[in-house]
């Protein structure tokens, strides 16, 4: 190894520690051993593990440099001892001027070649070759090699893969939106279809009594559900608000005195109230067989958790009559209202959600290239607007089908996407808020088990 010394006298007084090595120094011109640097040299090459063509590439490109030259020119010179004497584009290497060294023309920094500009771009592609994750792809890279800026660079051109992009992990939880509680009873219902034992079902769960309603149907086309929903709003009154999934409720008639709140699809936590009664429906159906309007009738005496009223007491301010023996004074009409507790419940249960929800729900711009979920992948969509539910939009595929989706299937695209028009977009007078919002004509992707 060879070092460019500067050495200054010193009386031997002030030495206070004796230098063997000052009073046997070599005396005479030093010749260069070539065994040592070819042996050097090997080792170099053995470390870096490269083929002689990429590391004459290597060489080629660092002598081609400007700024890899004038950091050459540094390290086989001295450094300056302000950051400020040396020019802008080698101030960055300025810092870590001590760990820079050449070796027959590449310059390394400790155990890592310092790549040129021209090069990067291949080393790039090579790291991103297995496709594994940002933290993984840099942690590699910095074993092997550096320049300034490498980390950001990897980001980057990792964020912009499209192959990355479609296979990209599933949102994490964002906070919980309750739905507000209704003051009365009836007045906002769940509804949603269930299918046990080669029959379809259509269950109906009231937001704030809890009270169930299970319905047999022949099939599943609108009026017979439609029908169904009348049957059962004639006994209990009608709804202000009926919250149902897109499919097949889409299909309602809009004179009827009760409004639809349709959600987006794969949401299926939007209307959870209805998923719950879905899943008692299926647990009572199970259980009982035919004989499933006793449970259920059981069910509907039975206090709900947290609450300690029973959802016939809050719909009819009494219980029913069953099998079992009950005092009359239970029969007789009494008021149970329970705001204050669903209120607390409610607090509650969101609280304990938030502790997990960790994800801060993006706003997306009408016209913006984004990334939609598809089953276990993400495909390119745009933004047509905002839809007047909560984290919802309405964009439009590749395909040119506009669907409705929630901000936990939507990502903002990082690629560079080409801004092409979509021939039916911005062409209706209509298209803004008012015709977005409007479910039943959107066109909804069905899960892939419903397809």
Sequence with gaps: MYYDLHPQYLPGKLIHITDFLSGTHIKGPVEKDEEVLCEMVHSVSRHISINEKRETELRRESAADPVLMEVLRFVN??????????PVW????WCIQS?????????????????????????LQALHEGRFGIGKTIGRARIMFVWPGISSDIEKYMTECKVCEKYIMSNRKAL???????????QKVGADLLEFAIKNYLVVYDYLS????????????????LDALKSIFSTHGIPR???TDTMPFNSYEPEHEFEFHMLSSHRHQSNGTAKKGVGIAKSILRKSKEEYWLALMEYRNTPIIGLGKAPAQILMSRLVRTRLPVSTNNLIPKVALHMKSKQELQLKVKSHYGKKATWKTPEFQKGQSVVVQKGKVWEEARILGKHKAPRSYIITDESGKIARRNTKFLRPSSRKVQQE??????????????SLNECSEVTEWMPEQQQ
């Design 241 to 243: 608000v009926t919250v």
């Design 176 to 186: 919980l939106i309750p739905h507000p509680i209704p003051t009365l009873p009836f």
């Design 421 to 434: 028009a979509v021939g039916h977009v911005g062409s209706d007078p209509r298209d803004g808020e008012t």
């Design 90 to 93: 080698c101030q960055l290497f």
């Design 210 to 225: 809890k009270w169930l309603k299970i319905v047999s149907l022949p099939n599943i086309q609108s009026n017979r559900i």
């Design 99 to 123: 760990d820079l060294y050449e070796e027959y023309g590449l310059l390394f920094h400790e155990d890592q070649i310092v790549v040129p500009m021209k090069l990067q771009e291949q080393i």
């Design 77 to 86: 010179t001295r450094w300056h001892h302000k950051e400020s004497n040396v």
